[in-house]
């Protein structure tokens, strides 16, 4: 009776909310994924869903906080599969769109399958599929994956100021200690040439305080030189690592051709 009650009171309060509402099933570990890895990748899902804005997100986590699983299974008459039993129970709360999926393994690379359900057109309306190299990577996936399964616009990439910063301020580190060298090297060569002449030409020698002078300055710049290079080369290196990845990859290009009060226009996302 409380189970009953319960799912009127959230049909009552869907009448009234504006956003369509989205259950989110737990995404499954197929193909030797790790199961740890898959309900991380749900809670990414069920996060970014919500944060996006475009729907009342619901996990089945919710759910079952909410009424039980096993009140689930009795309220709406299920079986073992607690994939349809979802369905079924987002049919009772209203909740048009189902959110759902699996991860997994290719060799040493990871794909994440989702697929937006319709309820009231028993239909699969969107899906969506994202490769990655590595379990971080794959969570930075979610976001894009979670976009088209949902038909909503895509995020901003990663920026790329910080990393470009540093490649760009390496490489100027990198330059600046190359050129500092070569030159300290040719101003030595030059005073080690003047000091060859005046073995033979005395008149030609400056004092020895100015050769001192010259050799301490032209260790100093050899110092730095070496600093620069090493330091604009971590920069560098520094730079590649933060790189954001390219975590766009292709999506599926949907196109239609519309009627306008001008003629038609080609709409669609690419």
Not at 174 to 188: I, K, P
């Amino acid at each position: 009776m409380h189970a009953v009650m319960l799912v009127a009171a959230v049909l009552a309060a869907d009448a009234a909310a504006v956003k369509p509402k989205l259950l989110v099933l737990d995404v499954q570990a197929v193909g030797g994924a790790d199961a740890a890895l898959a309900q991380a990748v749900t809670q990414s899902v069920v996060n970014e869903a919500e944060a996006r804005g475009f729907y009342q997100v619901l996990s089945s986590r919710d759910i079952a906080s909410m009424l039980g699983v096993e009140r689930q299974k009795q309220l709406m008459g299920c079986g073992d599969d607690s994939s349809n039993c979802m369905i079924e129970l987002s049919g009772a709360l209203n909740a048009r769109y189902v959110l759902g999926g699996n991860v997994t393994k290719f060799g040493d690379a990871l794909q994440l399958n989702l697929q937006l359900f319709d309820n009231q057109k028993s239909v699969v309306v969107h899906r969506a599929t994202r490769l990655a190299k590595s379990e971080s990577e794959l969570r930075t996936q979610v976001l894009y994956a979670v976009a088209d399964a949902t038909g909503t616009p895509l995020p901003p990439p990663p920026s790329k100021v910080l990393p470009i910063s540093l490649i760009a301020a390496g490489s100027a580190a990198v330059l600046f200690g190359a050129v500092l060298g070569v030159v300290t090297l040719t101003t030595e060569a030059q005073m080690g040439a003047e000091i060859q002449q005046g073995q033979m030409f005395p008149q030609v020698l400056k004092s020895y305080e100015y050769y001192q002078g010259e050799r301490s300055k032209h260790g100093t710049q050899r110092l730095v030189s070496l600093v620069s290079m090493l330091a604009g080369a971590v920069l560098v290196v520094g730079g590649i690592v933060l790189f954001p990845p390219d975590v766009v990859q292709s999506s599926q290009v949907k196109v239609a051709l519309g009627l306008t009060t001008n003629g038609f226009a080609v709409t669609g996302r690419f």
